[in-house]
């Protein structure tokens, strides 16, 4: 097979890019999550948990997408909502979690907890550093 015949047997077979639905079912699923965010800060913030609404909003937001994750169930949302489901937060948790589900077999302490770790790591490594370099600058600056 050539490399022509290969460009034209992989166009013909890939799926086609359902670009504007796609877009549109990214943009409300994310609304939806921001808005359940939102919701979650005004019920904590009328219970009064004051300056830390914020702090249980997020974590509420993280143990949910972690739950359902854990449950199968964010990954059929996914399926249906595209990337809106990727809303940073929510998308973290899902991806800690299902990198440790998928290692679970290997044991609770090399499988579950080393590997759940496989993703976040990096993610705190850059977290931790950018914070630094954003720091060092702005003491500079002032």
């Not at 143990?63 to 990727?86: E, F, P, R, W």
């Not at 931790?128 to 954003?134: K, L, R």
Request: aromatic residues 10%.
């Amino acid at each position: 097979m050539t490399k022509q015949e290969y460009a034209q047997w992989t166009q013909e077979e890939s799926p086609r890019s359902k670009g504007p639905v796609n877009i549109f079912k990214a943009f409300l699923s994310g609304g939806v999550v921001c808005t359940i965010g939102q919701l979650l800060l005004s019920l904590y913030e009328r219970l009064g948990a004051g300056e830390n609404a914020a702090i249980f909003a997020s974590l509420s937001l993280v143990v949910l997408s972690a739950v359902l994750t854990g449950l199968n169930v964010y990954d059929n949302i996914a399926k249906h909502a595209g990337a809106g489901t990727l809303v940073p937060i929510t998308g973290f948790a899902n991806s800690m979690v299902s990198a440790a589900m998928e290692f679970k077999t290997e044991g609770y302490i090399l499988g579950l907890g080393a590997k759940m770790f496989s993703i976040a790591g990096p993610v705190i490594v850059y977290g931790v550093s950018a914070s630094v370099i954003y720091g060092i600058i702005l003491y500079f600056i002032q």
